[in-house]
Each structure stands twice: as C-alpha cells, then as structure tokens.
C-alpha cells in the first residue's frame, strides 16, 4: 500500500514538472499573436519569415513608447535585417496618427498593428508596464525582454548580439 502511495506521488510530481517544462517552452517562442495594420490587413506570426525577430508591445500614448520608437528609427541600422512587431491594443483612431508622425510605413521590416481587445499577445506574456520588448534570435528563441522603461542602448546591445 505504501509502494502505492509513493508511486502515486512520484508520478504525480514527474507530470506536474513535465507540465511546468511545457509551459515554460510555450514562452520560449513568440506569441501567436493576430494584428490588424494600419492598411486594414492582417498580419499573424506565422506570416514572420525565418530569423530574428523583435516584438514590440506599447501604446502610442505612452511617453517611453515614444521615445524608445524615435531613438529605435535613429539607430535603424541595428533594426534593418530584423524584423521588428509593434503590437497595441489601442485602436485604429490612435495608431494611425502614430504611425504616420514616425513614418514606419517606409520601413519594410517593420509592422505595426493592433490586436484590438483580444489582449492575446499581452496576456501571453503577462505585460505590466510598456513598452514591452520580446527579442527573438533567428531560431526562433526567445534571447531577453525588457519591461517598462529600461536604458535604449542596453536593448540595442542585445539586438545586435541576435
């Protein structure tokens, strides 16, 4: 009976860490997130092409969403052979605006979306402040995020290193 018992729990605590890995490898790759652009198309992550890959979730309201979007278009050319997801949740009315004061439809590389109030790709990742910063290398793997406002050049420091 006690043989038993302790064959019960053993089990039971190799199928909650096979759960908890599971999870953990879920986060490992990116959202599968479904956003609506400023053309009206729509754009998923199975649409993104092999490589490395850096998701932006902000607010075009956001004073540090701003500003980390100006310094990221100054210093392009850390971005250029990525590609680079800015996703939303505000809608159309704010993210056109945005988008057209920064010019980031001259940027092939670059998508900006909303995911409206699905809230999919921030609750995946269980966001708390903005922007938050998902950055990919080209397997596919998630290398660091960064949350709320954090120094530019550290973020630009490991886009390179992808």
């Not at 992550?45 to 004073?63: E, H, R, T």
């Not at 210093?75 to 010019?103: C, E, G």
């Not at 660091?144 to 420091?157: A, L």
Request: net charge positive; proline share 4%; charged share 15%.
């Amino acid at each position: 009976m006690i043989k038993r018992i302790a064959s019960y729990i053993a089990l039971s605590i190799l199928f909650i860490n096979i759960a908890h890995a599971q999870i953990a490898g879920a986060k490992n790759k990116i959202a599968p997130f479904q956003i609506q652009l400023t053309t009206g198309q729509t754009y998923t992550a199975s649409q993104l092409a092999k490589g490395p890959v850096v998701l932006i979730y902000f607010s075009p309201d956001c004073d540090h969403c701003v500003d980390f979007t100006e310094d990221m278009l100054k210093n392009y050319q850390i971005f250029a052979n990525k590609q680079v997801v800015m996703v939303t949740f505000q809608d159309m009315n704010m993210l056109r605006p945005f988008v057209s004061r920064h010019k980031l439809t001259q940027y092939p590389n670059i998508k900006v979306g909303t995911e409206g109030t699905s809230y999919k790709v921030q609750r995946y990742y269980q966001i708390r402040s903005f922007p938050y910063i998902a950055i990919y290398d080209k397997a596919g793997n998630l290398v660091r995020t960064f949350e709320g406002e954090q120094p530019h050049q550290t973020i630009f420091n490991t886009v390179k290193s992808i």
